[in-house]
Every structure is written in structure tokens, then in C-alpha cells.
């Protein structure tokens, strides 16, 4: 195997889904349909709609991000 093969994904990112079991977060190749490799979950989600929708959220924000400032309980 060289560097080049595994730098490659094994499938396009048109069938790239996310699992969006908590614990898991794997991609994979759903266009099979089938459940998440790792868990087994049903749940997923297409990866390429997944960071089309994050980029237009980073492009809607216009001014400064907002920190959250914590203090400890009394």
C-alpha cells in the first residue's frame, strides 16, 4: 500500500454520510444505505449538505463572536 491509496478516500463525498449517534460521529460510505460500521446506528446524515450548511451559518455571521464568560459557584 502506498501513501498515496491511503491518503485517498475510499468513496466520494456525494455518499459520504455523518453518523449522528453521540458517541460515534464516523463518516462512511452510505450510499448502500446501510447502518453505521462502528455502532450500528441508523441515524445519519449527508456530509456534503452537513458543511454546505456550515459554511453558509460562517458566512451569515457578520460582527464578533460573542464569549461566554463563566464564574464559578459560590
Do not use: H, Q
Not at 446524515?45 to 453558509?56: D, F, G, H, Q, S
Amino acid at each position: 500500500m502506498t501513501r498515496d491509496t491511503i491518503d485517498r478516500p475510499a468513496f466520494k463525498l456525494v455518499s459520504a454520510v455523518l453518523c449522528l449517534e453521540l458517541d460515534c460521529n464516523a463518516v462512511y460510505d452510505g450510499s448502500a444505505g446501510e447502518p453505521c460500521p462502528l455502532c450500528g446506528s441508523e441515524v445519519s446524515y449527508p456530509l456534503a449538505a452537513w458543511l454546505n450548511r456550515r459554511a453558509r451559518v460562517s458566512a451569515r455571521a457578520s460582527g464578533p463572536v460573542r464569549a461566554l464568560v463563566t464564574s464559578p459557584a459560590a
